[in-house]
């Protein structure tokens, strides 16, 4: 391995790193090879005095773009505040990352029993059950707060949900849930297509 280096002379920092020779590194200052998104960079300011670890991660702007997409589907004009038409005695289906969500909204009104459908009822190794509850409520209940109870200690979180009538819906986490962007509702207490 071969060790590259170059400095960025206006802001006093120098950047050295160790290269599997295949890579180019542009070495002009304030420019990064395209090679460099992933890979770690170490950074020591020119008078010797601090050494850090740090990723060159353009991909962060992409993350900051997610999180703007993620945040103008949960702006108000965009809550769906027909919560008693939509939940109850219907299916939930929802995916984030590799979690999937087959949550059956058993009951009517504004609570009831929360089912996951799993692999269905007569599955001998991974069949449906009960996982917790369901409830609507807050200021003019515009809110769901799911309460789960079948992994341990309770543990709830609260969604508002936008989207247009018929979905997708975006369940947009409130006091810290994550949100659930993308979900749909399958008429009935069912499995997911």
């Given amino acids: 391995m071969e060790k590259q280096?170059?400095?960025?002379?206006?802001?006093?920092?120098?950047?050295?790193?160790?290269?599997?020779?295949?890579?180019?590194?542009?070495?002009?200052?304030?420019?990064?090879a395209s090679?460099?998104?992933?890979?770690?960079v170490t950074m020591t300011r020119c008078d010797g005095v601090h050494t850090m670890k740090r990723y060159v991660l353009p991909g962060l702007m992409a993350l900051v773009l997610v999180s703007m997409e993620a945040s103008a589907q949960c702006t108000p004009?965009?809550?769906?505040?027909?919560?008693?038409?939509i939940l109850p005695g219907n299916t939930v289906c929802a995916t984030r990352a590799s979690d999937k969500w087959q949550e059956q909204h058993r009951g009517s009104g504004t609570s009831g029993a929360l089912w996951d459908f799993k692999k269905g009822p007569s599955d001998p190794i991974d069949p449906s059950r009960q996982v917790g509850t369901w409830s609507i409520g807050g200021p003019g209940?515009?809110?769901?707060?799911?309460?789960?109870?079948?992994?341990?200690?309770?543990?709830?979180?609260?969604?508002?949900?936008?989207?247009?009538t018929g979905g997708p819906y975006n369940f947009c986490g409130v006091g810290g849930a994550q949100n659930v962007l993308g979900a749909t509702v399958v008429p009935g207490v069912t499995s997911c297509p």
């Fill in 77 to 85: 004009g965009t809550r769906n505040n027909n919560l008693q038409n």
């Fill in 35 to 40: 090679s460099d998104i992933l890979e770690p």
């Fill in 141 to 164: 209940n515009r809110q769901v707060t799911y309460t789960y109870t079948a992994f341990g200690s309770p543990v709830s979180h609260t969604f508002e949900v936008h989207g247009p």
């Fill in 5 to 32: 280096s170059f400095t960025l002379h206006d802001h006093g920092l120098s950047y050295s790193k160790d290269r599997v020779p295949q890579f180019v590194f542009d070495r002009s200052p304030r420019r990064f």
